[in-house]
Structure formats: structure tokens, C-alpha cells
């Protein structure tokens, strides 16, 4: 009995956690029914008319869609791979530095980013790759002409996700980190005792004991393909870079509340979170599969 209800306790703190879950995920979720409607919002969802599938044909004969799901999906795997190599990289590095102040100081500085969020961060990086910004200033002293960085559509990924990069490696590494302090240190006494140097130790050793944990975070973020981070570019775009910065969620938003298409827009987000749902599905069985990961 006693057990028991210290599980209703644990019951009652998921409480709260559930219900929001309810209100503000699975309650809006009966709007997907705009996709399949001519929606007037002085009729309501019960009262518009039906439109069957018409939204989608429709969605997929625009080019503006097309170039959404294209710009989402280049600048969402650039990000991916970039925030698998980078941490990675920088974890090892890291862990080769034997000066353990330095080596907390580091870590330290590069994680905080992580906490602030788009609105602060996208200020920074637009002040500094401003006309008059640093980086104009320096390239200036070094006799290049200034560049108005966000007004160059072929630009503004790569500053995307540089700028995406600089904000999470620093929390990525940490599970590197984690990751090779798990690798027995006898397994390096014994390389060097064979005459190894430390190249011959990462290539060995160190990443064969981290392989794991990269394969996982790999087969994970296949699940995030078509989320290329509304915040941050929200904060960063404009309409000179459209051609290569809008993304399904950037678009969905001016679409749906600004042009008020609300049908259109809807579409667009239920089909994005139906190939989201299949991806994140493929992603959990391929890492059962792979590695022996699993959820429940």
C-alpha cells in the first residue's frame, strides 16, 4: 500500500504537465480541419464549407512552397551535420587540453549562448554583421569593401547556421564530454605502453568509445529535417533573402496571421507535421536498430 501511494503522488506532480500538454497541444490540434475547408471565420470551423484536398493540389502547383520545403531542408541538414562535427571536434580538442582551469573556463564561456535565446542573440549577430558592424570595420582595416551580409540571399544560410552553431555547440560538447570520460583509461596506458602517440589513441580508441553516442545523436536529429528553427531566423530574415531564408514555419506564419490564409497555411503545417511524425518514427526504429536505443 505504501507503494502505491507514492505513486499517486508521482501521478499527481505529472498532473499539471499533462494538462498543459492537453490545452495548448493536443486541443489545437482539431484546427487541422481548416486544411480540408473553405474557412470563413465569421462561420467557424463547424459552419465553412468543405474543400476535400483542393488546399493541397493547390499548395503543391505554387513555387513558393516548393522553395520553402527546399530552403527548410537544406538549411535543417547543413545544421545537422555542422552540429554533429563541430562539438565533436571541439570535444576532442578539449579533452586533449591537460590544463584543467583553462579547460573549465572553456567550456564554461562556450556553453553560455545556450542560454539566451533568439530575440537577444539575433540583436548581437545582426549588430555585428551590420554595414558600420565589427566585421565590416575589420575587413575594412584589412582593405576588403564592406558587404551587407543580410541583404545577400546566397549569404544568409551559411550565417544561419554559423549563427546556430555558435549558440549550441557549446551544449553539444557537453555530451561528448560525458561520452569519453566513460572510455577506461587503462585502454591508453596500455596503447602507450605499445609505443601509440596520441593520434593513434583518438583514431583507436577515443573514437571508437565515443562512436556510440555520435551514431545516436546522428539517427536522432533525422527526426528534426523539417524544423530548420523558426525563431531564429524569424529574427534574422527580410524579404531580400526569401529566395533562400524562408522556411516552412517563417512562411506558414505570414501566410496563415498576416495574409490571413488560413486554409492554405494550415495545409502546409499538417503536411509538414505528418512527414516530421514519420521521420521522427524512422529515426527511433533505426536507433533500436543500429544501437540499441530505445524510448520505452
Given at each position: 500500500?505504501?507503494?502505491?501511494?507514492?505513486?499517486?503522488?508521482?501521478?499527481?506532480?505529472l498532473l499539471p504537465g499533462y494538462?498543459?500538454?492537453?490545452?495548448?497541444?493536443?486541443?489545437?490540434?482539431?484546427?487541422?480541419?481548416?486544411?480540408?475547408?473553405?474557412?470563413?471565420?465569421?462561420?467557424?470551423?463547424?459552419?465553412?464549407?468543405?474543400?476535400?484536398?483542393?488546399?493541397?493540389?493547390?499548395?503543391?502547383?505554387?513555387?513558393?512552397?516548393?522553395?520553402?520545403?527546399?530552403?527548410?531542408?537544406?538549411?535543417?541538414?547543413?545544421?545537422?551535420?555542422?552540429?554533429?562535427?563541430?562539438?565533436?571536434?571541439?570535444?576532442?580538442?578539449?579533452?586533449?587540453?591537460?590544463?584543467?582551469?583553462?579547460?573549465?573556463?572553456?567550456?564554461?564561456?562556450?556553453?553560455?549562448?545556450?542560454?539566451?535565446?533568439?530575440?537577444?542573440?539575433?540583436?548581437?549577430?545582426?549588430?555585428?554583421?551590420?554595414?558600420?558592424?565589427?566585421?565590416?570595420?575589420?575587413?575594412?582595416?584589412?582593405?576588403?569593401?564592406?558587404?551587407?551580409f543580410f541583404a545577400k540571399a546566397?549569404?544568409?544560410?551559411?550565417?544561419?547556421?554559423?549563427?546556430?552553431?555558435?549558440?549550441?555547440?557549446?551544449?553539444?560538447?557537453?555530451?561528448?564530454?560525458?561520452?569519453?570520460?566513460?572510455?577506461?583509461?587503462?585502454?591508453?596506458?596500455?596503447?602507450?605502453?605499445?609505443?601509440?602517440?596520441?593520434?593513434?589513441?583518438?583514431?583507436?580508441?577515443?573514437?571508437?568509445?565515443?562512436?556510440?553516442?555520435?551514431?545516436?545523436?546522428?539517427?536522432?536529429?533525422?527526426?528534426?529535417?523539417?524544423?530548420?528553427?523558426?525563431?531564429?531566423?524569424?529574427?534574422?530574415?527580410?524579404?531580400?533573402?526569401?529566395?533562400?531564408?524562408?522556411?516552412?514555419?517563417?512562411?506558414?506564419?505570414?501566410?496563415?496571421?498576416?495574409?490571413?490564409?488560413?486554409?492554405?497555411?494550415?495545409?502546409?503545417?499538417?503536411?509538414?507535421?505528418?512527414?516530421?511524425?514519420?521521420?521522427?518514427?524512422?529515426?527511433?526504429?533505426?536507433?533500436?536498430?543500429?544501437?540499441?536505443?530505445?524510448?520505452?
Open positions: 500500500m505504501r507503494i502505491k501511494g507514492f505513486a499517486k503522488h508521482y501521478y499527481l506532480m494538462l498543459w500538454l492537453f490545452v495548448f497541444s493536443i486541443i489545437p490540434m482539431f484546427g487541422i480541419v481548416i486544411a480540408f475547408q473553405y474557412f470563413n471565420p465569421g462561420k467557424g470551423v463547424f459552419g465553412s464549407d468543405w474543400a476535400g484536398l483542393e488546399h493541397f493540389r493547390y499548395m503543391f502547383l505554387l513555387k513558393d512552397t516548393r522553395e520553402v520545403f527546399v530552403n527548410t531542408l537544406v538549411i535543417a541538414v547543413m545544421k545537422i551535420i555542422a552540429n554533429l562535427l563541430v562539438p565533436l571536434v571541439f570535444a576532442l580538442m578539449l579533452n586533449e587540453l591537460r590544463i584543467t582551469i583553462m579547460k573549465r573556463w572553456i567550456q564554461t564561456i562556450v556553453y553560455l549562448p545556450h542560454f539566451l535565446s533568439w530575440v537577444i542573440l539575433g540583436g548581437i549577430i545582426l549588430d555585428l554583421f551590420s554595414y558600420n558592424g565589427p566585421v565590416n570595420q575589420l575587413g575594412a582595416a584589412l582593405g576588403f569593401e564592406p558587404v551587407l546566397e549569404l544568409f544560410p551559411f550565417l544561419v547556421v554559423g549563427s546556430d552553431v555558435w549558440k549550441e555547440f557549446g551544449f553539444n560538447t557537453i555530451i561528448y564530454l560525458a561520452a569519453l570520460t566513460g572510455i577506461n583509461p587503462a585502454l591508453y596506458e596500455a596503447a602507450s605502453m605499445d609505443g601509440a602517440g596520441r593520434w593513434r589513441n583518438l583514431w583507436h580508441i577515443t573514437l571508437p568509445g565515443i562512436r556510440t553516442t555520435a551514431v545516436l545523436l546522428a539517427v536522432l536529429s533525422l527526426g528534426n529535417v523539417l524544423n530548420a528553427g523558426f525563431d531564429q531566423i524569424f529574427n534574422l530574415y527580410n524579404p531580400l533573402v526569401y529566395s533562400t531564408g524562408d522556411i516552412i514555419d517563417t512562411w506558414v506564419y505570414r501566410t496563415g496571421l498576416l495574409n490571413l490564409q488560413y486554409e492554405l497555411a494550415t495545409a502546409v503545417g499538417l503536411l509538414k507535421s505528418v512527414v516530421g511524425f514519420i521521420l521522427i518514427s524512422v529515426s527511433y526504429y533505426l536507433a533500436y536498430r543500429l544501437i540499441n536505443y530505445r524510448i520505452f
